[in-house]
């Protein structure tokens, strides 16, 4: 019946707009070649260096088409309130009658791709169905990177009638005419206008995080922007984590991290680098799936130095988007670890002469997951994995401390609620600007975020065994404007005190924030780093709270009563701490 239900959605659409001919994926090998060979015949793709680089390619995309566009996505809901204040909202009529008009044949000349897709390891109660139509060759090809296509979609389909339709067009690539719409109440994506990954690929961030939020809170289940890793002991046990931080802070470069403790027995292995869906299973523990089957990391800053492991991943059987290209076809980008060779040709093909950056700043590889040397070996686990900790990151250049572990479910779930970051070049605006983003969902959570917060707390009563809460920000300075931390693979450091913490090893002092390393509790042997600068990286400034906490007053007000009481009452309870002259100092266990 559902194979039927998407034949039906597809003959309609084709009627609609109109394609030359109609393509329905199967996910091999050789139609991947083939989509491939399109691509280089109409430039669509360029061939980089077979030796080097097997199997990869470069895509340059309309210069007007680099990021996502979050003032053009919209959540269509029957009422407004339901988007809430944290989304930009259109009514169902008014979007299809607005939008529907600029699909009417938007596919005359092209071939339309049929995508079935399925989100999440095969056989698992937590995948998801999704079909992309599409009349872009470089969005099927992405697809058949980051999803798993085909025949895996149609067996999920025999047990479920559910999935997820999508509709994606070029059209004419112009901002003026561009629109990624949502409709949750329907589970339906349409986007037009855009050939960029986060608003084309349909399955990542529009059906993974917008829709899939929306569903989870139906179903009693959690969709996030979180990276899931598992962290390896001396003993050999791993503990599973899953992290959220806004796109381009890092989140891949944690998921990959190679251990500066390895030598020692603390290792990193990679579940997922983006995206979680979580559940609670039989016992009352959260359980973590990642829905995607590939990586779409950001370039620039990624280098051996950095991130060894993605440089190892993106080797072979990679689409790079929007970096330079030297004169012997390797792919380049600002923070490769190698001075910018002559000949080389800037993200939009032509000669660069050292003005400007020659890799656009949130130019991407995508590649698939299997490919990753560390990737865990329950990663396709259909139960998911026991997540023990969660972490909110953020990139903070002052105020927020190294590692901070909430005091409770509530508390962390407030101390994400509140969090800021400094924006980056994964969204159009203005980067560097400190902005509320909770749990680094506010560009993806598609329903009225003050029910999301109380989503979040209802699932924590539900757990027998709730994941202790931490905040982490490497990402702080000191005023000549260098970080304090070294970050990279030195951050397993800050892991170990969490996993010491969930043993019962780790001492902490408690503070009106949370509790914070005890001094020296954090292990900095080997690193130059001085009791100072460790002092400021565990410093509670005051002042500098007072004003965080103005600010998050004023996001908060935005939901007015239906902000849940337990984020008031922590809110409160910081107000009021931070009316106490003394800090209070203690050691817990």
Not at 5 to 10: A, F, Y
Not at 149 to 156: D, I, K, Q, R
Not at 308 to 326: G, Y
Not at 346 to 355: A, F, I, K, T
Request: proline share 6%.
């Amino acid at each position: 019946m559902s194979r039927k239900n998407v034949e039906r959605w597809v003959e309609e659409v084709s009627g609609w707009t109109r394609p030359r001919n109609v393509v329905w994926c199967n996910g091999t090998r050789q139609e991947y070649a083939d989509l491939i060979e399109v691509m280089l015949r109409d430039g669509t793709l360029v061939r980089l260096n077979g030796k080097a680089y097997p199997g990869c390619y470069l895509h340059r995309s309309d210069p007007d088409d680099v990021a996502r566009t979050e003032n053009l996505t919209f959540i269509c809901t029957q009422g407004k309130e339901a988007a809430g204040p944290n989304n930009n909202w259109m009514s169902p009529a008014d979007a299809k009658g607005k939008v529907g008009k600029l699909f009417e044949g938007s596919m005359k000349g092209r071939t339309m791709y049929v995508i079935p897709y399925l989100m999440g390891p095969p056989g698992s109660p937590s995948s998801k169905v999704g079909v992309e139509v599409t009349d872009s060759p470089y969005v099927a090809a992405s697809m058949y990177l980051m999803t798993r296509v085909g025949s895996p979609a149609f067996e999920h389909l025999t047990s479920s009638d559910e999935f997820v339709p999508g509709l994606h067009s070029l059209g004419d690539l112009s901002p003026d005419r561009r629109f990624i719409l949502h409709f949750p109440e329907e589970r339906l994506i349409w986007s037009i206008g855009s050939g960029y990954g986060g608003n084309a690929l349909l399955g990542k961030k529009c059906f993974a995080l917008r829709i899939a939020s929306w569903m989870a809170r139906e179903q009693g289940w959690m969709a996030e922007h979180m990276l899931i890793l598992g962290l390896e002991d001396p003993t050999g046990h791993k503990t599973y984590m899953a992290a959220a931080f806004p796109s381009a802070s890092g989140k891949t470069n944690l998921a990959m991290m190679v251990s500066a403790l390895e030598t020692e027995g603390y290792r990193v292995w990679t579940v997922g680098d983006d995206i979680a869906w979580l559940r609670i299973d039989e016992e009352g523990r959260l359980r973590a799936v990642n829905p995607e089957a590939g990586f779409f990391g950001v370039a620039p800053g990624t280098s051996i130095s950095t991130n060894p492991v993605a440089m190892r991943t993106i080797e072979r059987d990679t689409i790079f988007t929007n970096v330079a290209m030297t004169s012997d076809g390797y792919p380049w980008w600002e923070g490769m670890g190698t001075p910018p060779p002559q000949g080389l040709l800037d993200w939009q093909g032509r000669s660069w002469n050292g003005s400007g950056p020659a890799a656009h700043p949130n130019s991407r590889f995508t590649a698939p997951a299997r490919q990753c040397p560390i990737i865990d070996s329950d990663w396709e686990n259909p139960r998911g994995v026991v997540i023990s900790a969660i972490i909110f990151g953020s990139r903070r250049s002052t105020l927020i401390p190294l590692v901070t572990e909430a005091l409770n479910w509530e508390h962390g779930v407030f101390m994400g609620a509140g969090m800021g970051a400094e924006t980056t070049a994964a969204a159009t605006g203005k980067v560097g600007v400190v902005r509320r983003d909770p749990m680094a969902m506010l560009p993806f959570c598609s329903y009225n975020m003050a029910e999301y917060f109380a989503h979040w707390l209802e699932m924590g009563r539900r757990m027998k065994h709730q994941p202790r809460i931490f905040r982490v920000n490497w990402f702080r300075k000191e005023e000549n404007g260098k970080f304090l931390w070294p970050g990279f693979g030195e951050n397993i450091r800050i892991l170990k005190w969490i996993l010491e913490r969930l043993q019962g090893k780790a001492g902490a002092r408690e503070t009106f924030i949370g509790h914070l390393p005890e001094e020296r509790a954090i292990d900095v042997h080997g690193l130059t780093i001085s009791s100072d600068q460790m002092e400021v990286l565990t410093r509670v400034d005051r002042d500098g709270w007072e004003k965080e906490s103005d600010e998050m007053a004023a996001f908060f007000r935005m939901f007015g009563d239906k902000l849940p009481a337990a984020i008031a009452e922590e809110h409160a309870k910081l107000r009021r701490n931070l009316k106490v002259s003394t800090l209070h100092h203690s050691r817990t266990n």
